[in-house]
């Protein structure tokens, strides 16, 4: 991103599975939140220290611990709200205090602040993100687009050259694929910040995605 961009954006990998947490900030305030802070907290803190942002509060893509683990306890040390995911996602962050340890990880259940639904947005200084719930990974994950940049924090929905995995418990693949086919595509040509991996555009998965590609989806449907 550009520097007279609205917002700016940094990614810090964290935890066993690499999950990409995004420090994203508005550049006329300087402060900002953390999209799924799911572990490495002294990282993610050091990593804020040095963009010289001040954080307002956490943001919560879906309910998985490696995404949202540790976010309670951030929570609690600097004192920020947490707001997301969908509510359908409780089952999940009800598991966190089991979950985290079968993967060697530290986890705490949490509740968050805000749950959100479908249309909601959320501030992050005077930026304005939209939240867009996107079933299929898990029931409660939405994702959070930023429309004057085209930008996206889509967390484990879509991946460059791959989708979210559909095979955990209330999982649900067809789910996944209307998500990302009816309610991402339609945003444009959208950059996106995916939960892993590299980033990528939506227009470059329509073209070449394995599993959503336009080419894919077309053969699908006929």
Avoid: Y
Wanted: net charge negative; hydrophobic share 40%.
């Amino acid at each position: 991103m550009t520097k007279e961009a609205p917002i700016r954006a940094a990614i810090v990998p964290v935890t066993p599975f690499q999950q990409n947490c995004s420090l994203i900030w508005c550049s006329k305030t300087m402060r900002g939140a953390l999209v799924d802070p799911g572990g490495e907290l002294d990282k993610l803190k050091d990593a804020v220290a040095r963009a010289g942002v001040t954080l307002e509060k956490i943001l919560i893509t879906h309910g998985h611990a490696d995404h949202c683990g540790q976010a309670g306890m951030l929570a609690k040390e600097l004192g920020l709200p947490i707001e997301g995911p969908h509510e359908a996602d409780r089952f999940w962050i009800s598991r966190l205090n089991e979950d985290g340890p079968r993967f060697g990880m530290e986890t705490q259940v949490f509740e968050p602040d805000r749950w959100l639904v479908d249309g909601d947005t959320v501030t992050v200084g005077e930026a304005e993100l939209e939240v867009i719930h996107c079933p299929g990974h898990t029931p409660g994950h939405v994702i959070f687009f930023h429309r004057a940049t085209n930008f996206a924090f889509v967390g484990d929905v879509l991946f460059e050259g791959s989708i979210g995995r559909t095979d955990f418990p209330m999982g649900n693949h067809q789910d996944l694929l209307d998500s990302i086919t009816l309610k991402l595509w339609p945003l444009g040509d959208v950059t996106f910040v995916p939960g892993h991996g590299r980033v990528s555009s939506f227009a470059r998965e329509r073209e070449s995605n394995p599993f959503v590609g336009d080419a894919v989806m077309a053969r699908q449907a006929g």
